[in-house]
């Protein structure tokens, strides 16, 4: 039975609130300017001051005195009831501006290339994106030609102006 009753002891003093280890402690500072912290007390000749210990609590600060007070103090339900919450349409600072003149939508062109498909508006690194590295490119004036040649039934030339865009209809 007393090592149960010395358990139980042991239960209660580590369940005591945060406060209550709070101490005293000895600020002492001599001629030179030099200070000491000690719970014992100053040699002779030092100034002695009594520091109040408070040890932190998380979710509180310490206030100017002895107190410690929460973060952030408790709302009213009619503080919080009252504020309405309007949704406002984002504002377009900047859009993106592709070489192409933005003739598809990021939707649109991960749609073609996701279907093999080329369209106008599209670059080379799309196309190489939807049908492969070309079987050759033939490069006249200021136009690009890709040649893919027939795989699976299916053969395709794609022409890109000098920008490096696809020109009209494939």
């Known amino acids: 039975m007393p090592a149960n009753r010395h358990l139980f002891l042991l239960a209660n003093l580590l369940c005591l609130p945060l406060w209550a280890s709070g101490q005293t402690v000895h600020r002492c500072e001599n001629m030179a ?7 014992l007390s100053c040699e002779p ?3 002695l001051s009594l520091q109040q210990i408070h040890p932190y609590s998380p979710g509180s600060i310490a206030s100017t005195g002895p107190t410690v007070g929460p973060l952030l103090p408790e709302a009213e339900w009619r503080q919080t009831s009252a504020i309405e919450t309007r949704r406002k349409e984002p504002t377009i600072v900047g859009q993106f ?3 192409c003149g933005n003739l598809l939508d990021p939707r649109q062109r991960r749609d073609a290339i996701l279907d093999r498909r080329i369209m106008p508006g599209m670059t080379q690194q799309d196309v190489e994106s939807a049908l492969g590295k070309p079987d050759s490119i033939k490069v006249k ?3 690009t030609r890709y040649s893919y040649k027939a795989k699976k039934g299916r053969s395709a030339e794609v022409v890109f102006d000098e920008r490096g865009c696809v020109k009209g209809n494939p």
Request: glycine share 12%; hydrophobic share 10%.
């Open 45 to 47: 000749g030092e100034n």
């Open 97 to 99: 501006q592709d070489r």
């Open 141 to 143: 004036n200021s136009s």
């Open 33 to 39: 300017g030099h200070v000491t912290f000690t719970t």
